[in-house]
């Protein structure tokens, strides 16, 4: 099975990949690149389209249709779709091997359905024009397809080396939650970024100099509505986008308090110390990550940092509970 645990660990470098490369494409307006699926306007390449997408730039100069947004959009789906091809080879080797392979073949077969349901959320994240409910659906699958691969790759690779770790049943709890409160904070996270609420309060600590600014919770967390738009079809209020961004804030609050205490006790357990301190270490990355994104204008570069912070963050997370449960 070595050649199986190295697709796994290849589509799981990969599955990083593609989580920080739709981040760039989301944050650098690229989203709608190519306002077709799955190819650009018809061709495999923009290469090929040249033609339509200099037709689109003569209309709308200034539109969500360029050369390099188009390069964008298509490397994305380069990459996921080779994503994809990864995760349904690793299906049918643990369908051959189904006898080897350490935990069945629930978890491969898993990882497959999401990932064809990935590729049915990055269609209809094009043909529903960015709709923040389908672009969030689309960046949380990606972490949970990340978070699955490296459960997988982990379970497949066995024993972590010959670290002794002690009894962990005090762990597993508090382990549990630190990775839902992650979950909750990422998904927070997208729907500030798919909805451009990033912005939204342009100061820190306080939100347009208070504490409690005016805001819209009923418009800002409206599922069904289009980008920009609230349920009946108006211009979203910044009320509604800045509560959006204050949510994020709390829950910002909440999860560093937690893993601080959570690290804490990490560093207190026997053979669980580095853990704590990786997980510490990339929980004030991504504070200051996020913090920076509003005090400097939300930088591109750090922006995706912000995001692909989220990914080890939640895969710091991902390990710590397969250590817990399988020491």
């Known amino acids: 099975m ?4 190295k697709i796994i660990l290849a589509a799981l470098i990969l599955a990083f990949g593609v ?3 739709g981040a760039y494409v989301r944050l650098s307006d690229a989203g709608l690149g190519c306002p077709d699926w799955p190819g650009c306007y018809g061709k495999l ?3 090929n389209a040249a033609d339509a ?4 730039l003569a209309v709308r100069p200034d539109g969500p249709v360029s050369h390099a947004k188009a390069w964008k959009e298509m490397v994305h789906r380069y990459f996921a779709g080779t994503l994809g091809l990864l995760v349904l080879t690793i299906a049918m080797l643990a369908w051959r091997g189904r006898h080897e392979t350490r935990g069945g073949l629930g978890l491969p077969l898993l990882l497959l359905g999401l990932i064809v349901f990935q590729a049915m959320l990055g269609m209809w994240t094009v043909t529903q024009l960015l709709k923040p409910l389908i672009v969030s659906s689309h960046l949380l699958g990606g972490m949970t397809t990340l978070a699955l691969l490296l459960w997988l790759w982990l379970r497949e690779r066995g024993q972590l080396g010959h670290t002794y770790y002690a009894n962990s049943d005090h762990l597993r709890n508090g382990a549990l939650l630190g990775l839902i409160l992650v979950a909750m904070q990422i998904g927070l996270g997208g729907w500030v970024s798919t909805n451009y609420a990033a912005l939204a309060c342009p100061d820190f600590p306080l939100c347009h100099g208070a504490w409690m600014p ?3 919770f009923e418009q800002g967390f409206t599922l069904h509505r289009n980008l920009g738009e609230t349920a009946t079809g108006e211009l979203l209020p910044l009320s509604a ?6 949510t994020h804030r709390v829950m910002a609050l909440v999860v560093t308090l937690y893993l601080g205490w959570l690290v804490l006790r990490l560093v207190r357990s026997p053979g669980y110390a580095g853990m704590g301190l990786v997980i510490g270490g990339l929980l004030v990355l991504q504070v ?3 913090i920076s994104n509003v005090l400097f204008g939300l930088p591109l570069a750090v922006a995706v940092a912000h995001n692909a ?9 991902v390990v710590l509970n397969y250590r817990v449960r399988r020491r």
Not at 2 to 5: E, K, L, V
Not at 53 to 56: D, G, K, L, M, T
Not at 241 to 246: F, M, S
Not at 309 to 317: C, D, P
């Open 53 to 56: 997408i200099n037709a689109e």
């Open 2 to 5: 070595t050649t199986y645990r």
């Open 241 to 246: 986008l800045t509560a959006i961004h204050w």
């Open 45 to 47: 390449t923009p290469h």
């Open 309 to 317: 912070g989220a990914a080890l963050l939640l895969s710091s997370l």
């Open 288 to 290: 200051s990550l996020g």
């Open 19 to 21: 989580v920080a490369l």
């Open 214 to 216: 005016p805001m819209d």
